[in-house]
């Protein structure tokens, strides 16, 4: 093994952590601000990738059309992902929320969030069957050969992308009004109302994100790797799950370093350990970390302490 | 008793086993979302002993729960560091570690498994199933189980009222891990074969749907949960992926009915009262 060999594998685990980057932003975020674990999330993942394939591959349902285009078609997923999560919104977190205060005293959106997450994966493999879906886009291989380096263009891209869209985030959680409500709300959800927050109207937006940030994820991870199954969320989302408690639940920034630090020991444990170590190493690092820094790495003190 | 009816029945009495254990942990307010790791545990002590050593049932089934229970209490005092989703996570983190190490073992079959030489009858799951859940009620109603509760309801207030919160959720994560790998070792007796893609993260987040569904509140609970989603899809009989998508739809709808899980303890108290009346009339 030289030094090339292990540099190239230090570049695949990057990559392969900007696909875990914006799926654990989206994990965060919903933790961060409404203190719910919201295990819908691998779903929203799923459904975006395999309706974007069900779409370029059948078209739209009942014969109104053809096959369409890959790129209409995974937007089109995207779509769907946001207003799956929306949905999830209205059934778990908003209905809770009214119906007993502060739904962090119960396990209640966490539950239910299970539900859904079932809901939306059995309902596809209802419809599309179990099988990895080849997914056909028009770059095939535009790998980028830098001294004796392979970089894939589209998973450089994709890096870059998921780390201006976390910067965007950023910006608007804490530039702009809508950023200063939800970290009220993050806060305290019941004073924040009463100082005038249209809680109702402004929670939304965090699930809009939530399949926003799933189904562009699917999208990267649909072009890199061209495949897609309706397992692709499970993945996924529990590697994304452990970079954001490596990274401390709520902190964006966070998430983007634990991303990185999943993908990158998943790629060297594979390296040098063979292909079934991955779960150990990354498990093993997020379960050492909690011993020592109970709180990840950039983890506020308060957030996910509330009993469920 | 047909091979379908004692084959129901074995996979309930292990799901009720299981589900016990998992309600044990949580009565104390703490949720472990890795029940399959632990129950993998127990079912792969089982099988390497009555391989290798060829020892009798009974006692494997015992050392299986032994087993289980010394790893949970071993770390329980790192997990019991961390509190709320970080406990829920760190129960996952450690259950994705056990089915790791399995799959890397050559000794303990790897991914292709192990087939387990000894068998048990039906009957013998059954009577565990009894035992384990007349434990649980005599449990939940002694004095620590009355601990248990208080720690679940209010941690600072249980503490502050003498109450050794430390020892008694040790000792419930420690009780909950030994039941759970008894379940694993029935399970292992019971099929003959085990592998370790059986006990994936699945497995423990359904055991932890049927104790949140059935009701934390009461002894009941998880007998009830576990019993509703072994039976239902059973009367159902419909296609296995329909099969979870009502599932699911049953999760969602019974949060919005009963959120707090089929038996309540208010609930408890209004049918107890209506079967034996007192007060006005007498």
């Keep these: 093994m030289s030094f090339e060999q292990v540099l190239q594998q230090i570049i695949n685990g990057l990559m392969l952590g900007s696909i875990y980057i914006s799926v654990a932003v989206a994990f965060t975020l919903t933790i961060g601000i409404l203190n719910f674990l919201n295990f819908t999330i691998p779903a929203l993942y799923m459904l975006a990738g395999m309706v974007g394939w069900s779409l370029s591959h059948y078209g739209f349902p009942f014969g109104l059309t053809g096959p369409i285009n890959w790129g209409l078609a995974l937007m089109i997923g995207v779509i769907c992902a946001i207003f799956a999560s929306l949905l999830v919104e209205r059934f778990t977190y908003r209905y809770f929320k009214m119906k007993h205060g502060d739904a962090t005293e119960h396990a209640i959106p966490l539950v239910s969030s299970l539900g859904f997450l079932l809901i939306f994966e059995y309902l596809i493999l209802v419809a599309h069957g179990s099988d990895t879906r080849g997914f056909s886009t028009s770059f095939a291989d535009l790998d980028w050969r830098f001294s004796g380096f392979i970089i894939s263009i589209p998973q450089l891209l994709s890096l870059i992308l998921s780390i201006f869209i976390v910067a965007g985030l950023s910006l608007l959680l804490n530039k702009t009004k809508i950023g200063r409500a939800l970290r009220a709300i993050a806060e305290n959800p019941d004073a924040s109302n009463l100082m005038g927050i249209e809680v109702n109207k402004i929670v939304p937006i965090v699930f809009i994100l939530t399949g926003f940030l799933c189904g562009i994820s699917a999208a990267i991870f649909a072009i890199n790797y061209h495949e897609v199954s309706p397992y692709m969320g499970d993945h996924v989302g529990t590697k994304a799950i452990a970079a954001m408690v490596i990274g401390g639940l709520g902190s964006v920034w966070g998430a983007i370093a634990g991303g990185l630090i999943v993908g990158l020991s998943e790629t060297l444990s594979i390296y040098f350990f063979g292909a079934s170590s991955a779960q150990i190493t990354v498990w093993g690092l997020l379960l050492i970390l909690l011993v020592f820094k109970p709180t990840g790495l950039f983890g506020h003190n308060a957030i996910g302490k509330g009993k469920f | ?282």
């Design chain 2, 1 to 282: 008793m047909s091979g379908y009816l004692s084959g129901v029945l074995a996979i309930l009495g292990i799901n009720i086993i299981f589900a016990y254990s998992i309600y044990i942990t949580a009565a104390t307010g703490q949720l472990n979302l890795g029940g399959a790791g632990f129950q993998a545990i127990g079912a792969y002590t089982c099988a390497i002993l009555s391989n290798e050593l060829g020892l009798p049932i009974a006692l494997t089934l015992a050392l299986s729960a032994v087993f289980g229970g010394i790893i949970s209490l071993l770390i329980s005092f790192p997990i019991l560091r961390t509190k709320g989703v970080y406990m829920v996570l760190a129960t996952f983190a450690i259950a994705e570690i056990v089915a790791g190490i399995i799959l890397n073992s050559d000794y303990l079959g790897g991914p292709t498994g192990i087939v387990v030489n000894a068998y048990i009858e039906t009957e013998v799951v059954l009577i565990t199933a009894i035992v384990i859940v007349l434990l649980g009620f005599y449990l939940m109603s002694t004095r620590v189980g009355l601990a248990m509760r208080a720690v679940h309801d209010d941690e600072a207030v249980a503490d502050l009222m003498g109450i050794h919160k430390r020892a008694i959720q040790v000792s419930a994560f420690t009780l909950g891990g030994a039941i759970a790998g008894l379940s694993g070792g029935l399970y292992a007796l019971y099929f003959g074969f085990i592998e370790a893609q059986y006990f994936n993260a699945n497995i423990s987040i359904f055991v932890l749907l049927y104790v949140l569904i059935g009701g934390t509140q009461t002894a009941w609970g998880p007998l009830v949960g576990a019993s509703f989603f072994t039976l239902i899809p059973e009367v159902l009989r419909i296609g296995d992926d329909w099969r979870f998508f009502i599932f699911g739809i049953i999760i969602v709808v019974m949060m919005i009915i009963r959120p707090e899980g089929i038996v309540t303890r208010d609930a408890l108290e209004r049918i107890w009262s209506q079967l034996f009346p007192r007060g006005k009339n007498v």
